[in-house]
C-alpha cells in the first residue's frame, strides 16, 4: 500500500457514501450472524476477523507500518475505547431498549462532535454546520421513528437509552481524538493498530462467560453456518478495514466534522437494506426523511473550504521497530 493517497475532496465524499452503504448493510450482516452467534460473540469474530487482515496487510505493506513504542498506550486507549467499551456498552445497552430508539440516539453523535469541537476549539463551526446538521437531524428523526416520537425516555427504555447516550459521545470523542495520531501516522496505520489494539483487549471475552455473555465465542464457534461465517468476514473486511480507512482518510482530508455528519446516512441505508433483503415498507416519513438528510449533508459541506490536495494527510515520521 501507498505512502500517499492522491484522493480529492469530490472522491472523498464518494467514498464514504460507499462506507454508509456497508455501514448501513451491516445491520443485514449482524442479522444473519446472530442466527448463530450472541450479538458480542459476533462482534468479537468481526474484530479477531478485521484484526488478522490488518495484521497481514500491514506485514505485505512496503514501507514503514510500526508505530513508535512511546505511542503504544495512546492507540490502546483508542482501541479501548472504540472498540472494547463501545461495543461493550452498545450491546448492553440494545438489551434494555429498542434498536429503533439506539439508532436515533446514535444519530446524535454528529450534534456531540460538534460540542466537542466547539469547547475544544479544534475546528470552526459556522451557521452552515449547525443548520446542516439539524436538518439532517430532522432527517434521521422521520427515518427511525416514522413520525412518531413515542417513548424515547420511556421508563422501561430509559436504561438502554442512557447506555446509548454515552455511547454517542465515545464515539464523538473518538473520531476528535484519532485525528491527533493522524499528525504523526497514516489514517490505514492508525486505524489497524487502534483494531488490534482493541481486539487484544475484547479477546477476553471470547473464552470467558461475562453477565453479557454467558455462553462464550469459543463455545459457540464450532456450530457456526457458513452463512454465519459468511456474515462476519463481510463485517470484518467492508465493515471495518475499508470503511474504518476511509473515515480516517476523510477525516484528515476534510475534517472531523464534516466526516461525522455522513453518520446520518447510515440509518437511511439500513432502511434501505431492510427493504431490500427483508421486504420492509417504503414510507412517505422514509423519502423524506432520505431527502433531510443528504440537504443536510450538503449544507455542513458548504462555504467551509477542504484541506489543501497537497495535504490529504501529515507525513509518517521516523518510527522505530
Known sequence: MRNDYKITSRNIYLLLITVTIFWGTSYVAAKLGMRDLLPLNLAILRFVIASLLFSVILFLEKGS????????????????????????IHFTGLQFTTSTNAGLIMATTPAFATLFCWLTKKEKVNSHNLLGIGTAFIGVLLVISQGQGGDLFYQKTFF????????????????????????????????????????????????????????TLWQQLPQISLTTLGAAIYLGIFCSVYSYFIWYLAIS???????????????????LAGILFFGDKLTGYIVCGGMLVIAGVYITNQNNPPAPANKIYLPVRAVSR
Not at 454517542?168 to 501516522?185: R, S
Not at 482530508?253 to 439500513?270: D, Q, R
Request: aromatic share 20%; proline share 5%; net charge positive.
Open 65 to 88: 507500518h510500526c508505530i513508535d513504542r512511546k505511542d503504544i498506550p495512546q492507540f490502546f486507549l483508542l482501541g479501548f475505547w472504540a472498540i472494547t467499551v463501545f461495543y461493550y
Open 253 to 271: 482530508k476534510i475534517g472531523a466534522l464534516k466526516t461525522a455528519v455522513f453518520n446520518y446516512f447510515n440509518p437511511v441505508m439500513a432502511t
Open 160 to 215: 438502554g437509552n442512557s447506555l446509548i447516550i454515552l455511547n454517542a459521545l465515545i464515539w464523538a470523542w473518538f473520531t476528535l481524538k484519532g485525528k491527533t495520531v493522524l499528525k504523526k501516522y497514516r489514517p490505514f496505520l492508525a486505524m489497524a493498530y487502534i483494531h488490534i489494539f482493541g481486539t487484544i483487549i475484547l479477546l477476553p471475552f471470547a473464552f470467558f462467560p461475562t453477565i453479557l455473555v454467558e455462553t
